[in-house]
């Protein structure tokens, strides 16, 4: 299983979300051909609804610490309600420009 599998089938188990798009964006990043090290995550859940943007994000990385510690360099977190994401006429920002770094 690949760890983007492994993200959306953490993240559907915990958060039940009507809406989840993991991204693997290595591709974006100097890392060797097929690395799986920075991944986008756009998630809709109500488990969001009482949760400020903190703790949705303490959420998250909470359900995925063993990946953070062990494969993951860089994960962006965007979650929503359903109500806010409708708002966004369900659009995520896009992720910005690679900086630079060094080969993994």
């Not at 690949?2 to 591709?27: G, M, R, W, Y």
């Not at 860089?74 to 369900?90: N, S, V």
Request: hydrophobic fraction near 35%.
């Amino acid at each position: 299983m690949t760890v983007q599998q492994i993200i959306e089938q953490k993240l559907q188990a915990c958060f039940s979300p009507s809406h989840l798009d993991v991204s693997n964006e290595s591709f974006m990043h100097n890392v060797p051909e097929g690395s799986e090290s920075h991944f986008k995550v756009v998630i809709v859940s109500d488990e969001f609804a009482t949760k400020r943007l903190i703790g949705r994000h303490r959420a998250v990385n909470a359900v995925l610490a063993d990946e953070l510690a062990n494969h993951i360099h860089a994960l962006a977190i965007h979650t929503y309600t359903e109500q806010e994401w409708t708002k966004l006429q369900e659009q995520s920002p896009d992720s910005p420009n690679c900086m630079g770094g060094s080969k993994l």
